[in-house]
């Protein structure tokens, strides 16, 4: 089992900044990926970021490359989310989630962002960002 929190969202203008952070208790943190997913009202949720476990590898959507960066601290068993030149569109929920990882960096590249891959959530951030 493993429990996870967010931290750090909140309102920012257009080309602001915002640092989302995620504490993981439980399990072998080691053990797991980690991944950022954001999901708007009315839409499916979407992969953001992924970190491949223990802090390797690191994997970006598209819209956010460049701007968003994660990262992990292993001994305080966070991932983070720094973000960048905000725009509206990324306005959402922001969710952490933990996916137990046996799959190489490779395969892991390929499956990232698939939400259905991951074991554990955490209850979400919002992020709000004004034009």
């Known amino acids: 089992q493993v429990q996870l929190v967010e931290s750090g969202g909140g309102s920012v203008q257009a080309g602001g900044s915002l640092s989302l952070s995620c504490a993981a208790s439980g399990s072998t943190y080691s053990s797991y990926c980690m991944g950022w997913f954001r999901q708007a009202p009315g839409k499916e949720r979407e992969g953001v970021a992924g970190?491949?476990?223990?802090?390797?590898?690191?994997y970006y959507a598209d819209a956010v490359k460049g701007r968003f960066t994660i990262s992990q601290d292993n001994a305080k068993n966070t991932v983070y989310l720094q973000m960048t030149s905000l725009k509206p569109a990324d306005a959402s929920m922001y969710y952490c989630a933990a996916y137990r990882c046996s799959i190489s960096p490779d395969t892991y590249e390929d499956i990232w962002y698939f939400f259905t891959w991951y074991d554990y959530w955490g209850q979400g951030t919002q992020v709000t960002v004004s034009s």
């Open positions: 970190i491949y476990r223990g802090g390797g590898s690191t």
